[in-house]
């Protein structure tokens, strides 16, 4: 009987998302392991492995389609011996086709086969997976290299021969950015505007923004910390960093912030908490998830145990989990979950704001960027490097006083942050 092949559940809140391509043709031997498809979920595009062999013998949802509730039917799976004939049985009500987990996440999997992408004159490039992602990061032209893998394919070993001489660089990248609409008038004598549809990512933000902001009872606490001596401590740290190599590093203030605020949750672990109506979580580990900007809307990697973590871990980790959100990258894993948030927009010269706490977290720490402020030290007017942080808290979970608590110790921590090393 034909294999049913239903649309994966990508995560575990995923309810549908958008089959955005199909890489496999009607037609076409599918082996375990193959990338039959790409799926948009609510946070990424991630690609769709095939459990089963056979002939993907009939595409019943195509590409492009939005909308596609988990566990609903998206293509058939000829097994060995059968033809379009027993397609055609199970269109005319015969026997129904028996359900298997046909496709699975791409990123679950150790290893997988080689997947397959356009060359310049239209023909296919095979390449690995691994290979695949190490061109799409340095910018190589998959299509003008020649693989030495099985088949052809090209393999790890090629990509890092055409680094070591220099190999040819794809064009970049034009910015995603969401297809206008044709130009609209609501009225006469109204402004004319341009629509642009909401994806899946756009509209679970919004749901789960409306929904923090209209069920958890969020409060501000704001502080002022001086940061002269953490500037310091990095530009120290910095000198310190090979120019170039492995273990090259450049610490951001950022990056500081993720593992001061990991240490004052240490000193305070009643703000690493969350609300539920049986009891409230207090978490054993310190996820702290970091609000990254994407094309489509806004997604939270986590850094997991991050006061666990060195410096240049902190560093280099979220330098490899921002790049990949931005190109949709990432793994369930990596961004849902998390103990605790933070939103730094001081990059862009923001002072102050209040963030929207990130459910079911208890809370979630909005950064600004650290200026140059008159202050008063022992009676006399000087100057410092003054960052604005609000800690925004949902009360159920979170009391006054806790929150005030874990902004002291953030505070101490900034003002010596050689602290955070006993």
Avoid at 265 to 271: C, H, S, T
Wanted: proline share 7%; glycine share 8%; charged share 25%.
């Amino acid at each position: 009987m034909p294999i049913k092949i239903l649309m994966p559940a990508l995560s575990p809140t995923m309810t549908e998302g958008t089959l955005a391509k199909w890489h496999r043709r009607e037609g076409d031997a599918i082996k375990p392991g193959q990338v039959i498809a790409e799926i948009e979920t609510d946070k990424a595009t991630m690609e769709v492995e095939a459990v089963d062999e056979g002939t993907l013998g009939r595409i019943v949802v195509p590409a492009g389609t939005a909308n596609v509730k988990v566990n609903d039917l998206i293509a058939l799976l000829l097994e060995e011996g059968e033809d379009k004939s027993a397609l055609d049985k199970v269109a005319s009500g015969g026997p129904a086709p028996k359900a298997a987990p046909s496709a699975a996440p791409a990123a679950a999997k150790a290893a997988a086969p080689a997947m397959t992408a356009q060359s310049h004159d239209g023909g296919r490039v095979v390449a690995s997976p691994l290979a695949r992602r190490m061109a799409e990061q340095s910018g190589l032209n998959l299509s003008a290299l020649t693989g030495t893998g099985p088949g052809g394919r090209i393999v790890k070993h090629d990509i890092d021969a055409a680094l070591a001489s220099g190999g040819a660089k794809a064009a970049a990248p034009a910015p995603r950015a969401a297809a206008l609409t044709a130009a609209h008038v609501e009225a006469p004598g109204m402004p004319a505007y341009d629509e642009l549809p909401n994806n899946n990512i756009r509209k679970v933000v919004a749901r789960r923004l409306t929904e923090s902001k209209q069920q958890a009872p969020h409060f501000y606490l704001t502080i002022d910390c001086e940061i002269d001596a953490l500037l310091k401590l990095r530009e120290e740290l910095n000198a310190k960093s090979p120019k170039d190599g492995p273990g090259a590093y450049k610490l951001s203030v950022n990056d500081m912030v993720i593992k001061l605020t990991a240490a004052a949750l240490r000193k305070v672990p009643a703000a690493n908490a969350s609300y539920t109506e049986a009891a409230i979580r207090r978490y054993r580990d310190v996820d702290i998830s970091v609000a990254v900007a994407i094309p489509d809307g806004l997604i939270t990697p986590i850094v997991k145990h991050a006061d666990q973590k060195g410096l240049v871990a902190i560093s280099t980790e979220m330098k490899d989990l921002a790049a990949r959100a931005r190109q949709g990258k990432l793994r369930p894993e990596e961004f849902q979950g998390g103990t605790f948030s933070i939103s730094n927009l001081g990059m862009y010269g923001i002072r102050e704001f209040a963030a929207v706490i990130n459910p079911p977290q208890g809370a979630i720490l909005a950064v600004g960027a650290g200026k140059q402020r008159p202050v008063v030290k022992l009676g006399a007017l000087a100057i410092a490097t003054v960052m604005t942080v609000t800690l925004s808290v949902d009360h159920r979970v979170v009391d006054g006083a806790v929150g005030a608590e874990f902004l002291q110790a953030f505070k101490r921590l900034v003002e010596d942050p050689i602290s955070m090393m006993l």
